[in-house]
């Protein structure tokens, strides 16, 4: 079983950037195309950003031009580097495989909140 640890959030004013890390047990990592996923308060979580084992990215339209994506494979970490922040980013931010039918067990998330 995979385990998820996110990390990195916080509180930010509008424009203002955070870079988050998610960390995986065990070596499937390197082999799983993953993504980033949000769940904002009253809304169902969303994929936000997902990349493939070999680094092809693709972006929700909400994101793109402001959100990277990027992987360490030799280091099991999935990262999310977010620039000119909204208020509506705020959320909770989660890590996990893509592509799949069955994900993984939810870490529990790291909650991002920007200010206007």
């Known amino acids: 079983q995979v385990q998820l640890v996110e990390s990195g959030g916080g509180l930010v004013q509008a424009g203002g950037s955070l870079r988050l890390s998610c960390a995986a047990s065990g070596n499937i990592f390197r082999i799983s195309a993953m993504g980033w996923y949000r769940q904002a308060p009253g809304k169902q979580r969303e994929l936000v950003a997902s990349?493939?084992?070999?680094?092809?990215?693709n972006y929700a339209d909400s994101v793109k031009g402001r959100f990277t994506i990027s992987r360490s494979n030799a280091q099991n970490t999935l990262y999310l580097q977010m620039n000119s922040l909204k208020p509506e980013d705020t959320a909770v931010y989660y890590c996990?495989?893509?592509?799949?039918?069955?994900?993984?067990?939810w870490g529990q998330g790291t909650q991002v909140t920007v200010s206007s």
């Open positions: 990349i493939s084992r070999s680094g092809i990215t």
């Open positions: 996990n495989t893509h592509g799949v039918r069955n994900l993984w067990s």
